[in-house]
């Protein structure tokens, strides 16, 4: 049976999307290159980051999605959206790799009259210089004539439960008026309000702008975080004051790094001005790490102990709290730097029952108190819900917390 939609990737973009159209009754395929992650779906087990849950499967399965192994089946869809992962390369620039594939692929079986939208994350220009040529040199098919083309970022915040994917705004860009209605139709389907973007290289750069604003304002406040600390002030109380004010100012908090799937983009691989500020910012807190292994080392000194052989529990290793994904977190990094240094890392997160670190399995305490007690530091890398921050400082020897959530000043504020 013909479905209304395909969804080309199952990952952190594409399972939101189609979760939210198979809420919506919409008739949906799903297909991803990973066979494993389609009979993963099919046999009813979500994904491991904890992206999706069972429940939440079992819900979408019911209300009109399928995976489809067969790609011929994209060729039978009114709408196909391109969620494939686009990571960061070596020299910085997206790896569209994945993306290309899914073009090709679809081109291969592009009927006319279908509206094609990428989601991924992209380089202003991406869709137009990009994908459009693969789909037509796939297709025969022209963009803008015989069929719809527009980019629409994913918007995904996972565990928000105030802004979910009905609830945030989509912005959206077309090759043309035309294909820009045609996506707000689809669109106007599944969520509450839908922002027209003058083409697609606006709504490129709207991502661009949203995600460079949380990277350039984090690396704000760790630069602070480091400025509070040898000045001897307490930077958490800066915020508390900072963020009364009810205008001109927002709130951001420092931490060990910065994580996630929303990676800093720079335009310099195009012909383009990069961003000097996004560079900076990018080099800040790519630092932070390090900054913790310094902060570490000096508080083990202080209590009169060597990194070597110190014993080392790290609380907290997913890149956000409540959740089991491990994307770009900080922890890996320092949990390494550790290891190299002598020590002997263990950790703690109940929502990461495994954990490997350069391929190598850490170890994992299963008592937090007791091992807490045992370390001769520990380090609060991520604040889930269950941990008990008052407990968790009476029984830790030394405690650095790199959230500054820990109450009653009876811990080391990064």
């Known amino acids: 049976m013909p479905a209304d939609l395909a969804v080309i990737g199952l990952g952190h973009f594409g399972l939101p999307l ?7 009754g919409i008739e949906t395929v799903g297909h991803d290159t990973d066979p494993r992650v389609l009979a993963e779906l ?3 087990r979500p994904p491991v980051d904890g992206s999706l849950t069972a429940a939440e499967l079992r819900r979408m399965l019911s209300g009109g999605f399928r ?4 790609p011929a089946e994209l060729g ?12 960061l390369g070596a020299d910085r ?14 081109a291969a079986r592009l009927r006319p009259h279908t509206t094609v939208i990428l989601e991924s994350a992209a380089h202003p220009g991406t869709t137009e210089d990009f994908l459009r040529p693969l789909l037509e040199a796939g297709s025969g098919l022209r963009a803008g004539r015989d069929f719809h083309l527009a980019y629409s970022a994913s918007r995904i915040d996972p565990g928000n439960r105030a802004h ?3 609830t945030t705004p989509k912005v959206i860009g077309g090759l043309t008026p035309a294909c820009t209605e045609s996506a707000a139709a689809f669109y106007g389907r599944i969520t509450d309000k839908v922002v027209r973007a003058r083409g697609t290289r606006e709504a490129e750069m709207a991502k661009l702008l949203e995600t460079n604003y949380r990277q350039v304002n984090i690396a704000l406040v760790n630069e602070m975080a480091v400025l509070c600390h040898d000045m001897g002030v307490d930077l958490w109380d800066v915020i508390r004051c900072a963020e009364t004010k009810p205008f001109g100012f927002q709130p951001f908090r420092p931490g060990p790094g910065v994580g996630g799937h929303g990676v800093p983009l720079d335009p310099t691989p195009l012909p383009y001005t990069g961003l000097r500020m996004v560079g900076l910012a990018r080099e800040i807190n790519a630092h932070m790490p390090q900054y913790v292994i310094q902060r570490s080392t000096t508080l083990l000194n202080e209590h009169g102990k060597s990194a070597r052989g110190a014993r080392v529990l790290l609380l907290g290793v997913t890149y956000k709290p409540d959740l089991a994904d491990l994307e770009g977190s900080p922890a890996a990094e320092i949990a390494g730097r550790l290891i190299d240094l002598g020590a002997a890392v263990s950790y703690h997160d109940p929502h990461v029952p495994d954990w490997r670190v350069r391929d190598q399995p850490v170890p994992r305490a299963d008592s937090l108190y007791e091992a807490a007690a045992h370390a001769d530091l520990t380090v609060l890398l991520q604040h889930h819900r269950t941990y008990d921050l008052q407990g968790l400082s009476v029984k830790a020897q030394l405690l650095l917390d790199t959230r500054g959530v820990t109450p009653g000043g009876a811990a080391h504020r990064l």
């Open 164 to 166: 979910g994917f009905a």
């Open 42 to 44: 099919r046999a009813g």
């Open 18 to 24: 189609a979760q939210a159209a198979a809420a919506a």
């Open 93 to 106: 620039a997206l790896d569209l790799t994945a993306v290309a594939d899914a073009a090709r692929m679809l």
């Open 67 to 70: 995976t489809a192994t067969d």
């Open 76 to 87: 039978r869809v009114r709408t196909a959206v391109i969620c494939a992962p686009t990571p």
